[in-house]
């Protein structure tokens, strides 16, 4: 049996198919066909089924999402869009601990505790995405507030004859350090004790537990000391008579933590921007042709069929095709090309491109979600979200120094209650904490942070921009770098290489002379380039009589009763004119270049040139020649033709490169190679390569690219140069360099001190490790980490 149902809350083709999925999931369900337009559903079911075990299944699957209902039946279900307020909308773990799952309410991640970050989408509130920022800066400033007095009174005891304890005694000051540490631990960083449990309950052993235990039982110690001083031996008191406390050591710790959890939700939010640039290219409205007459709509209202009026500089709205009329449409955003492509009747044309000086009319063929622009928006969207994080190497020694040291400190415990003198119990916990002290992650925390601090102010100096640690962490293990050529391997600005004469009656200046006269009049890209090389060599304009344009052929006018065209093959052949056997022959073979070049015919003769390209920036082959010297295979992806791609890979001796190139085809060469078990980088500079960038192990945007470009990449050279490549490819081998020899100033400390502090000197010599010597030997690992990650700072690159 077959029936028909109403289905609420669909916008895309997305929707459609999830929906449909979920219906043919349902067991007697033979086949679920659900149609878009018509918002209908239509089953196909062995025997009868509940429309309740629809709705159920659908609420189960889309949190309410979507809605089912008989036909004509009212559905009481919201649409698909984001209730004000709800924050509803597609969340994910930056961690990415269950892979590439989504959640469809924002929260906490269920095994790493971190803050779940919501896909930017058309829906997406701007405030509720910075909400999450906001607030932990709040805290952040307010555990500033509290943790710096802290901090100025532990450090006050360094001075001698401590003026502050003319005012109070030390005992009373260790309660005011109780009392500021109260609203850092339990409300400004609380959140990293929560983080800590829930580690250890799920056993994803991270920064976080170490954190969580290490600041923890520092401040549990400290108050504990505090209320009962008479508890501990001598050892561990003052002169004062006191325990020693670590309040400030656990409330530095917390803020510094939170001032990095602060640093990363700002990150996120400017990872997103990069589909907010792509969606801000989309125009809202539209003017729409009915019953010969224009009225402006909103873009939501458009559908297949639809007739739709472009004017000139206005972004084209939705995909289709050209219906009546003519222009030229700037598709760099889609192609990566700068020259703009004519656009004539029965021609396609893309959304969020952008029309040229002619007013035309065009069909809408595909509306919504299936746009070509939200297609690369949804692939951006997708590739950021599945992109496999680093682990951490600090997370790596984690997962094994976290149980091993609990583990020696359980059995510093045991040990010392059947092995010690008396007070058997007092020295058992006294030295099982203090193993956690000593093992307190100071260091740890600052070995990874400290370098990519100062590697990422080194990079800035030499014009590389890092956008994250993880960023520069995998650029040191790429093994293939992917490069565009329009606006990176080139300038990616149209101008003129060459200006050929062949006649014995004119000379260069003459002929350039003709040519950027003619184009005077031409609202043509070419022609604009024409006019500029003009204007640098001086060249004055003549006046052009009886100007005419022909489309898609070149331009053509009077110039001193002389009858002057400029323009392809096609042009010279419409007007009969004569073309030099020398002539043709460099012509052709600049086109065997791959570069655009123009006739210019006075009287029906050819007389010379103009040959238009794109140049080579200087600095290219060097670097490329360098990173291949290095071991990576450099390959070049291009949406240009393959003449213009095989010249400049044989000029810059490039064996592996590909021409004509759409973005998801670019897209697929990234996930190719990676599916290969190769660590992949893309550099580039448009909209084009947004998906391949987010996509990459590494994206490196050139700085004169599109704002999205940069946004989607992790890396971006200032001067949109390659040997930006070559530095940031050194910066990063420096910097991983750094950080594990900052990571073994870090663990040496603690690998000796633990032992100490588990007690093993004290049947020989009586030794034990006091609080002192174990916060002395962590303030040793610091300073250590600190002075060799300052090193970078004289690194050459």
Known sequence: MKHTYSISGMSCNGCRSHVEKTLNSIEAVEEAQVDLQKAEATITMGSHISIDVFKEALEKDSGGRYGISLPGEHIHKHEHQKPEGTGMGVFYCPMHCEGDKTYDKPGDCPVCGMDLVEEVSSSTDASTEDKNYKRLLHKFWWSVVFTLPIFLIAMSEMIPDNPLYSILSLKYWNWIQFGLSIPVVFYTTWMFFERAYRSIKTWHLNMFTLIGIGAGVAWVFSVFGMLFPDFFPPQFKTEYGTVHVYFEAATVILTLVLMGQVLEARAHGKTNSAVKELLQLAPNKAIRIVNGQEEITSIENIVIGDLLRVKPGDRIPVDGVVYEGESSVDESMITGEPMPVHKSVHDKVSSGTINGKQSFVMKAEKVGNDTLLSQIIDMVNKASRSQAPIQKLADKISGYFVPIVVLISVITFVLWIVFGPEPKYVFALVNAIAVLIIACPCALG??????????????????????????????????????????????????????????????????LQFIVSINQMSEHPLAEATLKYGKEHGVELLKVNNFNSVTGKGVVGTIDDKKVALGNEKLMQEINTVIPDELSNDVKSQQKLGKTVSFLSVNAIAIGYAVISDKIKASSKKAISELQSKGIDVIMLTGDNYDTAKAVAQELHLTDFKAGLLPQDKLAEVELLQSQGKKVAVAGDGINDAPALAKSDVGIAMGTGTDVAIESAGITLVKGDLQGIVKAHNLSRKVMGNIKQNLFFALIYNSIGVPVAAGVLFPFFGILLSPMIAALAMSFSSVSVIANALRLRKVKL
């Open 446 to 511: 600052l070995a990874t942070p400290m370098s990519v601090m100062v590697g990422v102010g080194k990079g800035a100096k030499s014009g590389v921009l890092i956008k994250n640690a993880e960023a520069l962490e995998r650029l040191n293990s790429i093994e293939v770098l992917i490069i565009d050529k329009t606006g990176t391997i080139t300038e990616g600005k149209p101008s003129v290489d060459k200006i050929g004469v062949q006649s014995a009656k004119y000379r260069e200046k003459d002929v």
